[in-house]
T-cell receptor, first 113, second 114 residues
Framework: GAGVSQSPRYKVAKRGQDVALRCDPI?????LFWYQQALGQGPEFLTY????????KSGLPSDRFFAERPEGSVSTLKIQRTQQEDSAVYLC???????????FGPGTRLTVT | DQQVKQNSPSLSVQEGRISILNCDYT??????FLWYKKYPAEGPTFLIS?????DKNEDGRFTVFLNKSAKHLSLHIVPSQPGDSAVYFC?????????????FGKGTHLIIQP
């Protein structure tokens, strides 16, 4: 079956612009995660959904970051008033309920100029 | 404060030999550990995992060893193949709280020399 998909794959934004990044998880996966990966670093946890409920948003770096999953499948990560330090690869992962292995999408590379 | 550390940024191994990638952790609450492999411009791909109730898990050419007292785990790949050249990430989590975000190390770039 299809894996996790993300769009767009690449996004260039001018500082101050708002961006929206989309994630389509594997069908049937209840859990959905967002991570931020800066250059030369490992992915860092941002937020977690179980179905449509956002159960953990402790990793969101500021109130400019907002995530939603209104129908429990597709999720959107929104970044308002982008800053240069937001430049990174944003990864989405999904997993079956009760399992720990997470399956990642290809990521969206965001460049803020 | 890095809770998961991969102290070797890169490792070069000859094709056919054993590759050993190391990982240390500091948080004693972690009880489940995973290894991911990442090619450029792709997302991380799950390789193998181990629960803290075990000290070894094997899947084909890949074996993960866990030493809880030392808070250390390692991934062995044998024999190493050219397609194994990639960045390998060690990750850890606490499984007892339901699904949780993974905590990753910075990765080790494995290069398999022909």
């Amino acid at each position: 079956g299809a894996g996790v998909s993300q769009s767009p794959r690449y996004k260039v934004a001018k500082r101050g612009q708002d961006v929206a990044l989309r994630c389509d998880p594997i069908s049937g996966h209840v859990s959905l995660f967002w991570y931020q990966q800066a250059l030369g670093q490992g992915p860092e946890f941002l937020t977690y959904f179980q179905n449509e409920a956002q159960l953990d948003k402790s990793g969101l770096p500021s109130d400019r970051f907002f995530a939603e999953r209104p129908e429990g499948s597709v999720s959107t990560l929104k970044i308002q008033r982008t800053q240069q330090e937001d430049s990174a690869v944003y990864l989405c992962a999904s997993s079956l309920y009760g399992t720990t292995e997470q399956y990642f999408g290809p990521g969206t590379r965001l460049t803020v100029t | 404060d890095q809770q998961v550390k991969q102290n070797s940024p890169s490792l070069s191994v000859q094709e056919g030999r054993i590759s050993i990638l190391n990982c240390d952790y500091t948080n004693s609450m972690f009880d489940y550990f995973l290894w991911y492999k990442k090619y450029p411009a792709e997302g991380p791909t799950f390789l193998i995992s181990i629960s803290s109730i075990k000290d070894k898990n094997e899947d084909g050419r890949f074996t993960v060893f866990l030493n809880k007292s030392a808070k250390h785990l390692s991934l062995h790949i044998v024999p190493s193949q050219p397609g194994d050249s990639a960045v390998y990430f060690c990750a850890a989590t606490y499984s007892g709280g339901g699904a949780d975000g993974l905590t990753f190390g910075k990765g080790t770039h494995l290069i398999i020399q022909p």
